[in-house]
């Protein structure tokens, strides 16, 4: 048995807790949304056609902002297939995942299905074959209240009230040859600061995203931030991030540490976008909006033969099941997020439903909760206030990819009702913690659950749903120390009130 000690000050605070933080994803691609939010044939099927089931999920996951239709999607698509009547709707090619797309589901009923589970929408415009003008319409039929040629379209279709759209993607991904449309950082760069200007003029109280890299592995990362920004800073307020990590050939000491990776890949994007923004001699800071992350088994699936000639409708495409050890590191890198709140300032978990994703559904059947579903909704349900930044003493752990890593990490959270301890022992042993939470000035422990298993790859299937989920975490506070017993690579969260 091994000890780590933490110390938590009120005044180590990070930044206020912006709830776009714990966003979410929702791409037409593979069951995500067809077979998976919605389903008119289901016996749970509410009147519009969407899963009741799957929106308690959503709720119960406590998504704040979901960003939509893509993702690689997006890059082919036209939004004005998607809204007006249902059967005038055109059936179209999804070049990016092979498939057909029916466009039954479009911005009027996604739009609507949101205000059901209480979530704000992020909405992506295509920049990789379309431009300027088509996002200006879309701006127009989505925002603007009446009495022009789109918002009266928009109210025709059945929706006189503007949604009120307040953050926009400039595209996907720009950067990938995968990508449809896919070009250079100085042709996405002019592009998107056009796209930037043309769209504040029309409403100037937009928050706009510009494509980042898409991983910290492409070969232009860094540079393509910096050209991109050279551009489209004075018009832009966030700037993308995606990453996804999975484990390689066994080797799940590297995997527990993957948070390190994003660490770097946060401050890396951290520092080029201020070098931009100096040299421009502005106070104008970018935020970061990380609005792709996951456990994603990419490898598997490009070697797989999901992505086919068929052209089906609503495959299944990138149906990860995860095990615990991937809950963990789910875990460590949702509070990596909120350890860089002050400018990872809104994220999105890729994706929602089916694909990539905590809930999965059967077709006429089940809906349940994957492993990594349990560190998502109880660090949303308990974070409010804002993020402190512990100082922790722990040990280390050896990993092939990224050297030492600490055995034990934390982030914490503070606010007037309330404060939570969250916590990862990424070793192969237990870990006796003892938490100085003095300062916070809590009377006792209200909530404290841990994920863990004497498998580390235990998972959540259609036939054994519940084998996974959150067990109660041995913790005590006494004269302001908090005591807690981490069991080997472990999950958990302490609630103090």
């Keep these: 048995m091994t000890s780590a000690r933490i110390r938590i000050d009120p005044d180590a605070v990070v930044a206020p807790i912006d709830r776009r933080i714990f966003g979410s994803f929702v791409e037409h691609l593979g069951r995500c949304v067809y077979d998976g939010i919605y389903e008119p044939g289901h016996p749970k099927a509410d009147a519009n056609g969407f899963r009741t089931d799957v929106t308690a999920l959503v709720k119960e996951l406590g998504s704040t902002t979901i960003r939509y239709p893509g993702g690689n999607f997006v890059s082919g698509y036209r939004w004005e297939d998607g809204v007006g009547p ?4 055109p059936v179209r090619r999804d070049l990016a995942w092979h498939a057909l797309e029916t466009n039954q589901i479009g911005l009027n009923e996604f739009a609507g299905w949101l205000k059901e589970t209480g979530s704000e929408l992020m909405l992506a415009v295509n920049l990789g074959t379309r431009g300027i003008l088509e996002a200006l319409d ?3 039929y989505a925002n603007h209240p009446s009495g022009t040629a789109l918002s009266d379209l928009r109210a025709e279709h059945g929706y006189p009230e503007p949604w009120d759209i307040r953050m926009w993607c400039l595209g996907n991904e720009m950067d990938g ?3 449809t449309g896919y ?4 042709d996405y760069g002019k592009l998107a600061a056009r796209t930037a200007q043309a769209m504040k003029a029309a409403q100037k109280d937009l928050e706009l995203v510009v494509c980042g890299s898409s991983s910290s592995s492409m070969p232009t990362f860094g540079d393509w931030e910096r050209t991109v920004l050279e551009h489209a800073y004075d018009h832009v307020d966030y700037v993308s991030c995606h990453a996804y990590y999975q484990e390689h050939d066994g080797d799940l000491d590297s995997f527990l540490a993957s948070s390190l990776d994003m660490t770097y890949f946060i401050e890396t994007v951290v520092t080029t976008a201020d070098a931009v923004g100096h040299r421009r001699k502005t106070d104008k800071k970018i935020m970061l909006s990380f609005d792709e992350w996951n456990i994603w088994y990419l490898k598997e699936h490009q070697e797989s033969d999901e992505v086919n000639e068929t052209w089906p409708i609503a495959p299944r495409q990138l149906e990860d099941v995860y095990s615990v050890a991937d809950a963990v590191v789910f875990g460590s890198l949702l509070m990596t997020l909120l350890a860089h709140h002050d400018r990872v300032r809104s994220a999105s978990l890729a994706q929602l439903v089916n694909v990539i994703a905590p809930i999965m559904t059967e077709p006429g059947g089940d809906a349940w909760r994957q492993t990594t579903f ?5 660090t949303s349900r308990l974070a409010q206030g804002a993020v402190l930044r512990p100082r922790v003493e722990t040990h280390t752990v050896s ?8 055995a034990v990490e934390a982030v914490a959270t503070h606010g007037d009702e309330g404060s939570a301890v969250f916590l990862v022992n990424r070793s192969r042993e237990a870990v006796d913690v003892t938490i100085d939470v003095s300062g916070l000035g809590r009377g006792g422990v209200t909530e404290a659950v841990t994920l863990w298993d004497d498998d580390v790859y235990a ?9 996974v989920g959150l067990k109660p975490l041995a913790a005590s506070l006494a004269d302001g120390v908090l005591t807690v017993r981490l069991e080997p690579v472990s999950w958990s969260a302490v609630a103090l009130g």
Excluded: C, H, Y
């Excluded at 249902?86 to 709707?89: H, I, K, N, T, V």
């Excluded at 070009?183 to 100085?186: F, H, K, L, S, Y």
């Excluded at 990993?399 to 600490?406: D, H, L, V, Y």
């Design 86 to 89: 249902r059967d005038e709707r």
């Design 183 to 186: 070009m250079t950082a100085d």
């Design 399 to 406: 990993s092939r990819k990224f050297g030492e890593a600490p």
């Design 138 to 140: 879309l701006l127009e």
């Design 459 to 467: 998972k959540n299937t259609i036939d054994d749903q519940e084998r």
């Design 374 to 378: 349990f560190p998502f909704s109880v």
């Design 177 to 179: 040859p995968w990508q």
